[in-house]
């Protein structure tokens, strides 16, 4: 999961830039960057939060009015600056690139380029892959002119080399600004228009703050250029796609801003559904609670309709030190459970004395629920009952979440009962998957939803699952969240 940003307009583009790559700081706090075009290209990338990797002095450097930005939550490589993105190559054009997601055979193409096309590739990111693949492929056009039709239809013989996830976004120089979206749609990709400018990013949040309408999600296996003119040009690159449209279902449960629209399902929307779903579980259940408490802050909206499903109090009885970042960026096993009780401290008056519904978005590892129903017991709770309004997560994903080992699930082989004693909850209840895709879709389909059931939309076989695992446990980075 990254964010993703780009924009055209007749204004300093790092001015849009900039405060969009803070709205979109939840998709990923490792490394942040921005590259802009204005007689050339201009480009400040390096680890860390926006705030830090910007300042007065770096931000005035980046001139022009067309840029793209990128926040990086780590997936292929080694999470080094050298793997911020966007990345810049000087021929053709000049093109600057950023993306969101994750190639399946991101081993087997950068073999293939440093071989046969005898490139040097200076980083371990595939974003580096796909700017060389378009790169190849608009140098065998011999363009002098890029007429929009010309660069699409380059663009379609780089979408046949790419198997996975990617969401981006890129710069051409003196051309315009180029968005595509991977022939499933797995992440997302939205723009908007003001007057004479367009925005594309990961998410409508940013394009809100902005002041951008949102005209629409790129769809899946569609690209959009924008020429220095902010002409639209839109094509359809690869056909058929939109039928087999994947996107990532756990943007809706925890990865998106709540107050985001994704492929035109509200985020906030789909989690209330899914609280109701889960609550409806609970009822199944007969689970009588006190009163529900979310895990802050992604259960919030779930936990208040599971509440009003079961007819009981909804209370914050946990609250989180806004300071803290989510725990899935800690590095290691020993800071991650430190970071639990650096983040949330419980209030004993909403707790002690009670039975206790805690509602959670999912459980990865297990770690942080266990930590966190011993909090509760500590200051007294009667009973703790666990709710997660999504399924058990049991298969890992290939596609830029950072949960890509199977032994990273505590689901994997393990029965409901036995996860309930090892996080020692008094009742454990999941969502079933066909909630998940109701409450979010509405019953259409239209969802990868691999890491719950294993069937992912690409193709994925088992020596590449394995290749994918092995490299992702010699790299030892962050996990998604415990
Ligand atoms: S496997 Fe899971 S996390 Fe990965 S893209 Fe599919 S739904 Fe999203």
Redesign the pocket.
């Known amino acids: 999961m990254c964010g993703i940003v780009g924009t055209i307009s007749s204004e300093p583009a790092i001015d849009k830039i900039y405060p969009a790559l803070i709205a979109l700081q939840h998709r990923g706090q490792d490394a942040a960057g921005a590259v802009t075009f204005e007689h050339g290209f201009h480009m400040k990338k390096g680890n860390g939060l926006v705030l830090n990797v910007f300042n007065p002095k770096n931000l005035q450097r980046l001139k022009g009015s067309i840029g793209i930005g990128h926040v990086r939550y780590p997936t292929i490589g080694t999470g080094t600056a050298e793997d911020a993105q966007p990345f810049i190559i000087t021929a053709p054009y000049g093109i600057a690139l950023a993306h969101n997601g994750n190639l399946v055979n991101y081993f087997d193409l950068k073999e293939d380029l440093t071989d046969n096309h005898l490139r040097y590739l200076n980083s371990n990111c595939d974003a580096e892959v796909i700017l060389n693949l378009l790169a190849i492929e608009l140098t065998k056009m011999n363009l002098r002119d890029l007429e929009p039709e010309k660069l699409f239809s380059a663009l379609s013989k780089v979408y046949k080399k790419l198997i996975g996830?990617f969401a981006v976004v890129s710069v051409i120089a003196k051309k315009g600004l180029l968005a595509f979206r991977d022939t499933h749609g797995?992440k997302p990709l939205v723009f908007g228009k003001n007057k004479n400018s367009y925005c594309f990013a990961s998410e409508s949040v940013a394009l809100d703050l902005l002041g951008y309408k949102r005209i629409a999600d790129i769809n899946p296996g569609e690209a959009a250029f924008i020429d220095n003119q902010c002409v639209l040009y839109k094509k359809q690159i690869v056909k058929n796609s939109k039928k087999s449209k994947?996107t990532?279902?756990?943007?809706y449960v925890y990865f998106a801003r709540p107050d985001s629209v994704i492929d035109g399902i509200g985020v906030y929307e789909a989690r209330l559904h899914l609280g109701k779903k889960l609550g409806e579980e609970c009822l199944k259940r007969k689970i009588k609670p006190d009163v529900v408490i979310p895990i802050p802050d992604t259960a919030r909206g779930a936990a208040e309709m599971v509440a009003e499903v079961l007819e009981v109090k909804h209370r914050e009885g946990l609250i989180k030190n806004r300071y803290i970042y989510r725990t899935f960026i800690m590095p290691t096993q020993s800071e991650r459970i430190e970071a639990v009780r650096l983040k949330l401290n419980p209030i004993r008056s909403e707790i002690t004395g009670k039975k206790v519904l805690l509602v959670d978005d999912s459980i990865v590892r297990g770690n942080t629920s266990k930590e966190i129903i011993a909090l509760l017991r500590s200051v007294g709770a009667k009973e703790v009952y666990y709710g997660l309004y999504s399924p058990p997560?049991r298969?890992?994903?290939?596609?830029?979440?950072d949960?890509q080992t199977r032994g990273e699930f505590i689901a994997r082989d393990k029965s409901i009962e036995e996860i309930q004693t090892l996080i020692g909850a008094d009742a454990l209840i999941y969502q079933t998957v066909e909630g998940l895709v109701k409450a979010v879709g509405s019953g259409s389909t239209g969802?990868?939803?691999?890491?719950?059931t294993g069937s992912?939309?690409t193709e994925i076989s088992a020596s590449l699952l394995e290749r994918i695992e092995a490299e992702r446990m010699t790299r030892k980075t962050s996990g998604f969240k415990e």
């Open positions: 996830s797995i994947a990532c279902i756990f943007e997560i298969f890992p994903c290939v596609y830029g979440i949960m969802f990868c939803a691999a890491c719950f992912y939309p």
